[in-house]
Each structure stands twice: as C-alpha cells, then as structure tokens.
C-alpha cells in the first residue's frame, strides 16, 4: 500500500514527509500555502497491484515484498496463476517489468499453458538458485516470442540490465526514503 510520501521545498531544503507540518522543520518558520518554493507534491510509488495489470512481468521478492512484510510466492498448479502463500491474496507491491496489450491476451494464456505444463517445470526439479520462478519467467518470455524482450530472455545478465536493474534502482531510491520516514517524521535534503 502506497505509504503517501509528500515532498515540498522551503528554505533551499527538500523536505520528504507523510504528513505537511504546520511549520517548516528546518527553519521553524510557519507554513502556509504561499510560502513554498514548489507546491507540495506526492512522490511518485514505484510499485504496482499485479491482478490490476493482466499480461504482465512484475516482480516481487521471494519472502516478503519491498518494505516491510514476509511471505511465499509461485505458480498454483491448477489455475496456472501466480499466487502468495502469505497473509494478503494478491501481490501488492510489485515492480511492473513489462505490460503486454491486450492482442496478446490468447497468445499469451496458450504459451502459459504449454510452458507450466511443461516436465521441465515439475516441483521436484525446483532449484533456489538454477531452476527457479526468474528462470520459469525468462523461459515462458522466450516462448512468448514477441520480439525484443523474448530476445533479452535468452541471456539472464542482459534481462536483468536490461529489465529488472533500472526498475529496482528506482524503487531502491523509494525504499530507502520510505525507512528513513520510518525512523523520523521528516528526510530534508539540500537543494543545489
């Protein structure tokens, strides 16, 4: 769920809150709507809901999801849907990867089925670091064939440039100012 991190500039300071104070916490000076630099604004939240985008690649962690919680993740045999084994039904918070349009919708469920029917992807043959649900993904995006992105499916380290590098690095910056808020009311960076 969206935490609701907010950013508005005074004093030649950024200031990253969750909630606008009545005064500003670097120079004390009250707040009012005409004091600022920039009007507050919301930080955009990197991650997405998955069952709000079918035909997609998103991303998750194993156990847990990006901020805070723990949890277990994978393919349901009989729906061929991903699922999380924890506390919550759906993946809230996910990097989205790639979105497929919805031309792709009976392509893409046919390619599922044959994919996670597939021998190759019983559960005895699971392996944490070989045979896992990336290598499940890059394998269904290869069948997939759908030009460019099954391309880079082929080669694991070029996906991850690719693909899943500049989403993370992006959400690496909102995770970071999302703990800091979680220690203190307020992150305030200079501007320069």
């Known amino acids: 769920m969206d935490p609701g991190i907010l950013c508005f500039h005074h004093c030649d300071h950024k200031v990253f809150c969750t909630i606008i ?9 009250k707040l009012d709507r005409y004091d600022y630099n920039l009007l507050p604004f919301r930080v955009p939240y990197p991650f997405v809901k998955a069952s709000q985008h079918p035909r997609a690649i998103v991303m998750k962690p194993t156990h847990g999801d990006f901020l805070n919680e723990e949890g277990i993740h994978g393919v349901d045999p009989m729906t061929k849907k991903w ?11 996910c990097l989205l990867l790639e979105q497929f349009d919805e031309l792709w919708n009976e392509i893409w469920d ?24 990336f290598t499940f993904v890059l394998a269904f995006l290869r069948a997939l064939d759908c030009g460019e ?10 996906f991850c440039k ?11 910056k909102y995770i970071s100012l999302y703990r800091q808020l979680k220690r203190q009311n307020y992150f305030i960076q200079n501007q320069c």
Do not use: I
Request: hydrophobic share 25%; aromatic share 8%; with cysteine.
């Open 83 to 93: 699922s999380n084994f924890d506390s919550s039904s759906d993946w809230d918070q």
């Open 110 to 133: 046919s390619v599922l089925l044959k994919v996670s029917q597939s021998p190759l992807w019983e559960a005895h043959r699971y392996n944490e670091e070989r045979h896992n649900c």
């Open 149 to 158: 992105l099954s391309e880079k499916a082929r080669d694991p380290k070029l």
């Open 21 to 29: 104070p009545e005064k500003c916490p670097v120079c004390e000076q």
């Open 162 to 172: 690719q693909y899943v590098v500049p989403r993370t690095s992006a959400a690496g």
